[in-house]
């Protein structure tokens, strides 16, 4: 392995910097996909298709995320088995992974646009949007083999140590994406279907350039015909470190939806409002976020290796750069948020209610900080388990009922229902804290956590 994926010896702070900026421009690039549509939506289409788009995009981004979340089970295992020196696995581990995830693509395929109507329902999505929103679903559903191949693709560079190629794939991809939604959007007026068609088809495309960069890429171990065997323990593994990932994600990603559907009860601006303020929050929280994914890959690898110490260190550091830039991405958003819930709709009603939301948002900046680098810490240590009891924790323990309990307070505002994401965040960094003190009492006793 070379100097720049092996993350077990020489400086820490440096190398995991330069993991995670390609790690936070992918991150930032992909989010560019729903943002786009909708800003190009906004400005191309009326407060229907506005509210079609953002409740879509939130049910696509809900499941997109519960498929990356579970394939970090194969950044976690490739990792450990490189700290470990036994990158000769690594391609048992491609191969047994690709073919899981072949056989979960194609369940979702079939599966979401039979269910779109379902969950648009759930979603509560007001009756005016409500035909889109399921269109919206139907045709993003019908593309999610390329969502899962993408989604693989990085985990396994990044599980390697390379986080520039998924950089490069996804920058193609959004690329697509621009040019798509000003012909079919902006150019051809389809508003939600256009929006939803351009996703799918820069997702497919990035799929095959991804697959004609690896040829050309000089990988760390050998990927044969005889890796594409299913390996029944591999899977297992993948699983058994991914699952409760994704099983976390999926029910945090749900009680978004349910904050959502909330919402969506308080009409149409209300509606629009969440959905543009949820797209702002993605790229504020996008250095948090990427700070915590370097930090499985970085952690991975040094546990492996045995290296616990640099694994703590990293996460000092990690920490501290990221609570930095939470400071500065704070005082944007408190201030400025109509500004940023300008760039996605001309409807002032829109902005306004947004800028509220945001607000509370602009809170958990500073709180998320130490919250995604935990996470990723334990990630890398295998602790997943932890990870997924300390979000199901958060979401259904606090920010669920907290935002129930805003909703009903009158005059109803935004702000209240959206402050009760940093109420869940405090809690969850104090639970990670103790599972720090718990794991640092593991590693001193010489047993694995």
Partial sequence: MNRETDFTKGKILSPLLLFMIPVFFSMFVQSLYGAVDLLIVGKFADSVHVSAVATGSQIMFTLTNLVASFSMGATILLGQKIGQGRGEESGRIIGTGILLFAAIALVFTAAVPLLAVQAARIMRAPEEAFGE???????????????????????IFRGIGDSRTPLLTVLIASGINIVGDLALVAGLRMGTKGAALATVF?????????????????????????????????????????????????????????????????????????????KVCGFIMLVPSAFGQAMAAFVAQNYGAGEYGRAKKALRYAVSVSFILAVAMFAL?????????????????????????????????????????????????????????????????????????????????????????????????????????YANRKMKDGSTV
């Fill in 133 to 155: 929103t399921v269109a919206y679903i139907r045709i993003c559903g019908l593309g999610s083999v390329f969502i899962i191949a993408y989604n693989l693709i990085g985990s």
């Fill in 202 to 278: 820069a997702q497919a495309l990035s799929v095959l350039f991804s697959f004609l960069i690896i040829r050309r890429k000089k990988l760390p171990f050998t990927v044969t015909r005889q890796s594409f065997r299913f390996d029944g323990a591999v899977a297992g593994r993948i699983t058994l470190l991914g699952l409760p990932i994704a099983l976390q994600d999926l029910l945090v990603g749900i009680s978004f939806l349910i904050i959502t559907a909330i919402v969506n009860n308080l009409g149409l601006t209300a509606s629009a409002a969440i959905g543009v303020a949820e």
């Fill in 333 to 437: 958003t408190w201030f400025r948020g109509d500004l940023l819930c300008g760039i996605f709709s001309e409807d002032g009603a829109v902005i306004l209610a947004g800028a509220d939301y945001l607000r509370a948002y602009a809170v958990d900046c500073l709180l998320t900080c130490f919250l995604f680098c935990f996470i990723g810490f334990f990630n890398g240590l295998g602790m997943t388990r932890f990870v997924m009891i300390q979000g199901i924790a958060g979401a259904f323990c606090v920010r669920v009922p907290v935002s129930f309990l805003m909703a009903g307070l009158e005059p109803v505002s935004l702000f209240r229902i959206g402050l009760a994401t940093p109420c869940s965040t405090v809690v969850q960094i104090v639970l990670c804290a103790a599972a720090l003190a």
